[in-house]
């Protein structure tokens, strides 16, 4: 009954949160439905294109849940469940949706450009590129984390198809996604070729999708987990380069309905368990102030990361998203509504790794997300039942895929600032520019480093990468709420709401980051291997970039509050 009372308590409040707050950020911003989009001035067929907000809304949703939601709550609830619910709740409202609705809201007002762009706009063209190079090192994690996480759920030690019995839970997972990317171009095809309307096509679409599980469920393919990092590197550098509406908008659309389906059977589970007794919750409240992971603060906002606030998300906002929102009073759903739907996903995984929560900490599963789809799957029957095996397969599946979808949005991204980096103010386009830099700012060039570097790095363990890409994710958070709050003081909006969750995300972030360096360097001579060195290069690296960003960001915070002291 606890797990019961925790959902519905979740619900409610970020319910609210949503129509009260969000509509109070609408108002005070100046949402305005009558002001066309970047989307529609700017259409150009490949990465302009103005989506039916259903569409943009699975594109978004699916991109930043990832497997962010599900790991990173999953991971915290070593503190007990107590903290990571007001984190995910709290967090959610005004940190995370706050980030992400302000970050989309402030790129349609610059054309559908990235948040480099709007830190230009208000802090200068040296803290645009500083910010750029920022976000690059945290893209590559977040390449590299999810590349792993994918492999590894795809991963066999053979190569070939299989069938029958013999098909392994990994060897599905990878067959269904391979079907789901011949389904999605199909989709694409037929929504934007050959003019069918959203609905018989969604319909297709999901039919499509049953028949593709169905059929995964009885014949899978394997390739070593090498394989498939090599694999996962060539698709995800052609989806970041082929128009969205042949594979990004189609493909996240279809999956986003996985995720719904995940979450509504996840509910379904929650309410048999309460009344039925076929699992227990057995987190405790509060476990203590240090656990295995660190101490409460800094180590459970690091650690909950997409489940409460993230700075991928303003990324995705800013640089797919924007360019397909086809008008502005879509903002607040696609903006702050998709992130506390995903904030009542962290406290989904919660509850499901409660189910399991002692298996969990003796360390019986590979992954969070393999207690996950445990913990749900125990809700409706005992290991080794038939609906068992089913959820469980169903709910690795979704997994895998929206971390797919974020690899395809994270390397269009990278694509967009990777270039951005490199033109000068009077060049649109990597053909505008001269020289080396045409080369540097060209799409393919900057795709394939990004992608070599990622995937090489994905080889990591997933723990050498994760602690890292959550302090890095959460410091862009910092970074883009007072990217944004700069902006809105420029042209005169309230942006107060803006100081407290830029100041904490800042501060949680960068003593993360001190304490990885100390501790990096305290293995130099002593046990340190080649992840070791990487992460404290990177830590580095990220702590210097975002000491002086926020410097300049402070120092704009005060040329605002003197000229409106004046005025």
Not at 42 to 65: R, T
Not at 70 to 83: D, H, K, R, Y
Request: with cysteine; net charge positive.
């Amino acid at each position: 009954m606890t797990a019961l009372l925790i959902i519905i308590a979740a619900i409610a409040l970020l319910f609210c949160g949503y129509v009260f707050y969000g509509s109070w950020l609408a108002k005070q911003w100046g949402i305005d439905p009558t002001r066309k989009t970047p989307a529609v001035e700017k259409e150009d067929g490949v990465d302009y294109v103005a989506a039916k907000p259903a569409v943009l809304m699975g594109h978004h949703f699916s991109s930043i849940a990832g497997a962010g939601p599900i790991n990173g709550p999953i991971q915290a609830s070593v503190f007990g469940w107590l903290p990571v619910f007001l984190w995910c709740v709290i967090g959610g409202i005004f940190f995370g949706g706050l980030q992400d609705f302000g970050s989309l809201f402030a790129s349609i007002r610059h054309d559908g450009k990235s948040v480099g762009e709007i830190i230009k706009d208000s802090m200068g063209t040296r803290a645009k590129k500083l910010f750029i190079i920022f976000a690059l090192l945290v893209l590559i994690l977040v390449i590299a984390s999810f590349v792993n996480v994918v492999a590894g759920t795809f991963a066999s030690d053979h190569f070939g198809i299989t069938t029958g019995a013999a098909v392994t839970g990994n060897e599905t997972t990878a067959i269904i996604s391979l079907l789901f990317i011949i389904l999605a171009i199909i989709y694409g095809i037929i929504t934007n070729k050959a003019g069918l309307s959203i609905v018989p096509a969604t319909i297709i679409g999901l039919v499509g999708v049953v028949a593709s599980v169905v059929l995964g469920l009885n014949v899978g393919f394997a390739m070593t987990r090498t394989a498939w990092i090599v694999a996962i590197g060539i698709y995800i550098a052609v989806a970041s380069l082929v128009p969205v509406w042949i594979l990004l908008q189609p493909r996240d659309y279809l999956s986003s309905y996985l995720l719904y389906f995940m979450m509504g059977l996840a509910l379904i589970g929650i309410v048999v368990a309460a009344f039925t007794k076929t699992a227990s919750f057995d987190i405790p409240a509060f476990t203590g102030w240090k656990t295995g992971i660190g101490t409460l603060f800094p180590a459970l906002f690091i650690t909950v990361a997409c489940g409460a606030c993230s700075g991928f998300h303003s990324l995705i906002s800013t640089g797919t998203s924007s360019k397909q929102l086809d008008n502005e009073k879509n903002a607040k759903a696609i903006g702050y509504g998709s992130m506390l739907i995903e904030s009542a996903l962290g406290i989904v995984s919660l509850i499901a790794v409660g189910m399991v929560y002692q298996k969990y900490l003796a360390g019986d599963f590979g992954s969070p997300s393999a207690a996950f789809a445990a913990g749900i799957g125990i809700m409706f029957g005992n290991e080794g039942s038939t609906q068992y095996k089913t959820i469980y397969a169903l709910l690795t599946l979704a997994v895998s895929v929206f971390a797919l979808t974020s690899l395809d949005t994270g390397t269009r991204l990278s694509r967009f600032m990777f270039s951005e980096l490199f033109l000068k103010e009077d060049e649109a386009t990597w053909k505008d520019a001269k020289g080396a830099r045409k080369l540097l700012a060209h799409p393919l060039f900057g795709t394939t480093i990004m992608v070599v570097i990622g995937c090489i790095l994905g080889g990591l363990k997933l723990s050498a990468i994760w602690g890292l890409f959550g302090a890095a994710n959460q410091l862009l958070a910092g970074l883009a709420l007072m990217a944004v709050a700069t902006w809105l003081g420029n042209v005169g909006k309230n942006n107060k709401m803006f100081y407290i969750p830029m100041v904490f995300m800042l501060a949680a972030t960068l003593t993360s980051l001190v304490l990885t360096i100390f501790k990096k360097i305290a293995l130099i001579g002593n046990g340190a291997v080649w992840g070791d060195y990487f992460q404290l290069v990177f830590a580095l690296a990220m702590a210097v970039l975002a000491i002086i960003l926020a410097i300049e960001g402070f120092q704009t915070f005060v040329k605002q509050w003197s000229k409106k002291a004046k005025a």
